[in-house]
């Protein structure tokens, strides 16, 4: 019912910076929990960082801690992740996803939809 897209990647040189926007489609996502993930060459899909429902609260993994920041526009319907003193590390597919705020849920990757990922590329 929600269809996400992100956008906004590509390759840059370490230490640039890059905004990725994940616009959803299908109904507002003013209620739901959104999160950024990532999935490197060969590796498998990590956890990059949350913005809540309410208030905006945000959690990030420690690899990014300090250098990402997670928003969310409601009115634009979008999620947004800024992306600071990228590392070649840093390279991979980023997936933005949301999720209905249920009772005990809190499984890392439990999340209801997910967009199709966008490719960033950190040159070293």
């Known amino acids: 019912q929600v269809q996400l897209t992100e956008s906004g990647g590509g390759l840059v040189q370490a230490g640039g910076s890059l905004r990725l926007s994940c616009g959803a489609s299908?109904?507002?996502?003013?209620?739901?929990?959104l999160g950024w993930f990532r999935q490197p060459p060969g590796k498998e899909r990590d956890f990059v960082g949350t913005?809540?429902?309410?208030?905006?609260?945000?959690t990030y993994a420690d690899s990014v801690k300090g250098r990402f920041t997670i928003s969310r526009d409601n009115a634009k319907n979008t999620v947004y992740l800024q992306m600071n003193s990228l590392k070649p590390e840093d390279t991979a597919v980023y997936y933005c996803a949301a999720r209905n705020p249920l009772p005990g849920r809190t499984g890392t990757f439990d999340y209801d939809y997910w967009g199709q990922g966008t490719q960033v590329t950190v040159s070293s």
């Open positions: 299908g109904r507002t996502i003013s209620s739901m929990n």
């Open positions: 913005v809540s429902r309410i208030g905006g609260t945000t």
